[in-house]
């Protein structure tokens, strides 16, 4: 069955950065729109950005604009996102989702065939 498996996640200082990493398995990778959620506690899923299958076209939340950079290697069938100048309402659980065709929104969650486990992100003040 597919496998999406995030890491990278940890704890860091305002202001500091992270890379994630999603690695899938069993999924054409290279022929996915790859995409980045995260959810806060208390809080629906919100995404965070996408990229679609040859890297040529990303998109980014407002919030995260500047900040985060989303990139793929379909050689290693990993997608990353670059975090700088973390702040501490990026805290939150970031998911990776994979979409078999471009999304028609690619903002909702419910135009992503498969997620990862996600993994925790926090940022200390």
């Known amino acids: 069955q597919v496998q999406l498996r995030e890491s990278g996640g940890g704890l860091v200082q305002a202001g500091g950065s992270l890379r994630l990493a999603c690695t899938a398995s069993?999924?054409?990778?290279?022929?996915?729109?790859m995409a980045w959620f995260r959810q806060a506690p208390g809080k629906e899923r919100e995404f965070v950005a996408a990229?679609?299958?040859?890297?040529?076209?990303?998109n980014y939340a407002d919030s995260v604009k500047g900040r985060f950079t989303i990139s793929r290697d379909n050689a290693k069938n990993t997608m990353y996102v670059q975090m700088n100048s973390l702040k501490p309402e990026d805290t939150a659980v970031y998911y990776c989702?994979?979409?078999?065709?471009?999304?028609?929104?690619?903002?909702?969650?419910?135009?992503?065939?498969?997620w990862g486990q996600g993994t925790q992100v926090t940022v200390s003040s």
């Open positions: 989702a994979a979409a078999r065709t471009y999304p028609s929104n690619m903002y909702s969650a419910g135009d992503y065939d498969y």
């Open positions: 069993r999924l054409a990778f290279r022929s996915y729109t």
């Open positions: 990229i679609n299958w040859s890297g040529t076209t990303t």
